[in-house]
C-alpha cells in the first residue's frame, strides 16, 4: 500500500525559505520518477519538479532557479526546497511518483506573505 507523507510547509515571507519533505512507504522507490506538485486555490494540481532515476531534474518555469528537488533514495524521500519564496507559490502541495498514484496524500499548505 502507498503511503504519501509531505511535510514542511508553513507560513514564509516574500523572499523566505521553506524546505518540504515527502516521507514514501511504497516498493521500488528508486526506479521511480519522482516529482511535486502543488495545488493553487481555484487553480488545478500543478507539475513544479521531478526528479529522474539517475538525479536528472526537471522544473515549472515559474520556480526555475528558486527550488531545488532532491532524493534519498535510501530513506525513501523526496525533498524540495524552495528559495526566494513569492506569493503566488502559495498553495497545497504533494509529492508523487510519475505516473502518478491514484491517490494523493494530504499535501503540506505553503503561504507566502507579501
Known amino acids: 500500500q502507498v503511503q504519501l507523507v509531505e511535510s514542511g510547509g508553513g507560513l514564509a515571507p516574500a523572499g523566505g525559505s521553506l524546505r518540504l519533505s515527502c516521507v514514501t512507504s511504497v516498493n521500488y522507490f528508486s526506479l521511480k520518477t519522482w516529482a511535486w506538485y502543488r495545488q493553487a486555490p481555484g487553480k488545478p494540481r500543478e507539475l513544479v519538479a521531478r526528479?529522474?532515476?539517475?538525479?536528472?531534474?526537471n522544473y515549472a518555469e515559474s520556480v526555475q532557479g528558486r527550488f531545488t528537488i532532491s532524493r534519498d533514495d535510501i530513506k525513501k524521500r523526496v525533498d524540495l526546497q524552495m528559495d526566494s519564496l513569492k506569493p503566488e507559490d502559495t498553495a497545497v502541495y504533494y509529492c508523487s511518483a510519475q505516473p502518478t498514484y491514484s491517490a494523493w496524500g494530504q499535501g503540506t499548505q505553503v503561504t507566502v506573505s507579501s
Open positions: 526528479i529522474s532515476t539517475a538525479g536528472n531534474t
